[in-house]
């Protein structure tokens, strides 16, 4: 047989066995052999530092209640809370604890807050798995977002076991963005968050529109806790990678369980990939390479996109699960943080 006048000549059989091939039968799961994965030299020292630290202590400690979680949540807090005041100070930002409508938050304001930012404001949902990071521990990424965008933010301190189970963290988010509202316009606001954070940010669009309540501008979730159900290709290639969470039966699993309280957690309240998103507003989402919620985050980008969403998705080099929030340092940690601001800038009301 001559094809396309080339002088090539192919046999028939050829041509007859194709069918076969394409009817071949998948295959089942893939034995990948141990391999040895290098730090990447593509990004900055501080990453590489983050990178190169061993899986994180305590990954498989899986208590069951609340009130085992408190001691663990506590001891983290300590430790976290030690980095605050160098953040605050390097990145020109001050911190006011305050009540709003019952509800514990802190406003964290720059020093210089830009022109374009001084009718806008962000809401803040820290992460966690919705069991760690209370008070001034969660306020990290909220001091990044106000130094390195520019802008003010309220960070909810929302309600955690053993205080409270689902759906408290969502109900507390609701109560800030309904006082909010009587104060500034919703379309200068957006909503951000990373891993339960990211996940309550989606969560509180989905109950926003339930409620009949103004939606934000723009959201921003981080490397989303989506699906608790743990479905998701990365929850496998990246489990034991990803130095943070380091597998999909670790203790944010655990943490997500107790939260939830016997609730189906295929519920859009704890997994909000299964919820309607159409309606959304702009949304702009991170995740990393090694991220063990990275297919998570892919999910819900695709999941806007076929509601006919704007939806922005950055993926940085060798970040594993929120590394982008543990150095002020990094130049990738306030790259993320001036993409999101950017995003915000384009969506947001002036």
Known sequence: MRLFGLGLFVSASVFAA??????????GPIDVPAKTIQVPTTVSPQLQKIIAMPLRSNWNLLPKTGEEWKPVADAGAAALVKNVP??????????????????????????????????RQLIHMHGGCYVLNPGEAG??????????????????????PPEASFPAALDDGITVWKA????????????????????????????????GLPLPGAIAPGTPMSDVTKVGDTFYTNAMLDNVLVSP??????????????RDLKDPMLSPVYGDMTGFPPTILTSGTRDLLLSNTVRVHRKLRQAGVEAQLQVYEGMSH?????????????????????FFDKHLGK
């Open 180 to 211: 909010a509202l009587k104060t500034t316009n919703p379309k200068n606001m957006a909503i951000f968050g990373t891993s339960a954070g990211g996940a309550l940010t989606l969560e509180m669009v989905l109950k926003a529109k339930e409620l």
């Open 249 to 262: 039966d670790g203790f944010c699993d655990a943490g997500a369980k107790v939260y939830a309280n016997g």
């Open 86 to 119: 160098g953040m605050l100070e390097r990145l020109k930002v001050k911190v006011e604890k305050t009540t709003i409508d019952g509800v514990r938050a802190y406003i964290v304001t720059p020093e210089t807050v830009a022109p374009e930012n001084r009718n």
């Open 18 to 27: 194709a069918p076969a091939i394409a009817q071949t039968p998948a295959s």
């Open 322 to 342: 929120a590394h982008y929030i543990r150095d002020d340092t990094a130049p990738e940690s306030k790259e993320v943080f001036e993409e999101i601001q950017g």
């Open 139 to 160: 306020l990290p990424e909220a001091i990044f977002m106000a130094g390195f965008g520019h802008i003010k933010v309220i960070s909810v301190d929302y309600r955690m």
